[in-house]
């Protein structure tokens, strides 16, 4: 029995904050309690998504296929987010890396270089001097710079977190940098049809099945679209098809998909090859954009280095030909 499953499971658990947590479902359990309530108690742990596959599970007595393909689902979620990760770290420790680069060459060694010509009493020439010139504002105001910087990126997660009107707005920036819009809607749409075919096979209406879908893919056109096709059109009575055929945000591929699952009957099978397809092209994508940011990265750096070399070279040159 389920109640039996816990035991072990509290047996078998050695951290302390999941054996409370099964020891508060046996307790809910033993005082006659529904299995999902304790989970909808840590809606902050537990998505919508995973509370409404327990529900439906424990409604139809399915408790045990919806807990195998969560099972799945989980770890191809995992495997998704580590291809993701593994595909961006090396670019993002570039960045990191030349950022630094230039904060030291920009803050440190170019005000020290122009002081000294300063002090040399040296006339160097305009694009020296000009170089030198933010050299020494950044050395005098670097610090309070990096601090404002710093609280500005801070700002603007904690106002993208909050703010409906600031994700649009980086969304709509997003989408007009090609790569990055392509990356973005491929996520948005695998992580939609892995959880709707979740959710479908748990035995859930799709129209409920579409609402919790549109809160959980983090895409703002995404979900304002899944909410339309399930308001506007499901329920009014339009085909799952026809309704998937008015939002331009799906490709054609994706709408014809869903029609013809719905005629054939099998809609969760569809979405579940949809989510692998889309985890592939995810891959790929991300593989394409790699390839252009790391020698685009290396380019600017190089430039920058290489201008402040200039601006050095240069006068200690001119200074070498007058002796």
């Given at each position: ?23 508060e ?25 995973y ?6 599970g ?14 799945v ?37 170019l ?5 000294v010509?300063?002090?040399s ?10 170089v030198?010139s ?33 994700k ?19 996520i948005?749409?695998q ?6 075919s ?19 893919v983090?895409?703002v ?6 909410l ?7 329920a ?24 013809i ?5 099998h809609?969760e ?9 889309y ?22 750096i190089?430039f ?20």
């Amino acid at each position: 029995s389920l109640l039996q499953a816990i035991n072990i499971l509290i047996e078998d658990f050695k951290k302390s904050t999941v054996r409370s947590f099964l020891v508060e479902i046996r307790s809910n359990l033993e005082k006659g309690q529904p299995f999902y309530a304790t989970f909808a108690k840590y809606p902050r742990i537990f998505s919508q998504v995973y509370i409404n596959l327990v529900k439906a599970g424990e409604t139809s007595g399915n408790l045990e296929d919806v807990f195998e393909n969560l099972t799945v689902s989980l770890s191809k979620e995992k495997m998704l987010k580590d291809q993701v990760r593994g595909a961006l770290i090396y670019p993002i420790l570039l960045l990191a890396t030349s950022v630094l680069i230039l904060i030291f060459l920009v803050t440190f060694a170019l005000p020290k270089i122009a002081g000294v010509f300063m002090e040399s009493g040296f006339e160097p020439p305009l694009f020296s001097k000009i170089v030198f010139s933010i050299g020494l504002f950044f050395g005098k105001f670097g610090i309070f710079i990096l601090i404002a910087l710093t609280g500005g990126i801070i700002a603007l997660f904690s106002l993208y977190r909050t703010s409906l009107l600031f994700k649009k707005l980086v969304a709509a920036v997003m989408n007009e940098i090609p790569l990055v819009k392509d990356i973005i809607q491929k996520i948005a749409l695998q992580r939609f049809a892995a959880t709707l075919s979740e959710l479908i096979k748990a035995g859930m209406p799709i129209t409920d099945a579409l609402d919790i879908t549109a809160d959980t893919v983090g895409h703002v056109e995404l979900k304002q679209a899944l909410l339309r096709i399930s308001r506007e059109g499901l329920a009014k009575g339009l085909t799952v098809g026809e309704a998937f055929k008015r939002e331009p945000f799906f490709p054609r591929t994706v709408v014809n998909l869903m029609a013809i699952s719905e005629k054939a009957g099998h809609i969760e099978e569809v979405l579940n090859t949809l989510a692998d397809f889309y985890a592939s092209e995810i891959d790929s994508s991300l593989k394409t954009l790699v390839s252009f940011l790391e020698p685009a990265m290396l380019l600017l750096i190089g430039f920058v280095i290489g201008v402040i070399a200039l601006a050095i070279i240069v006068p200690i040159y001119q200074l070498t030909t007058q002796f």
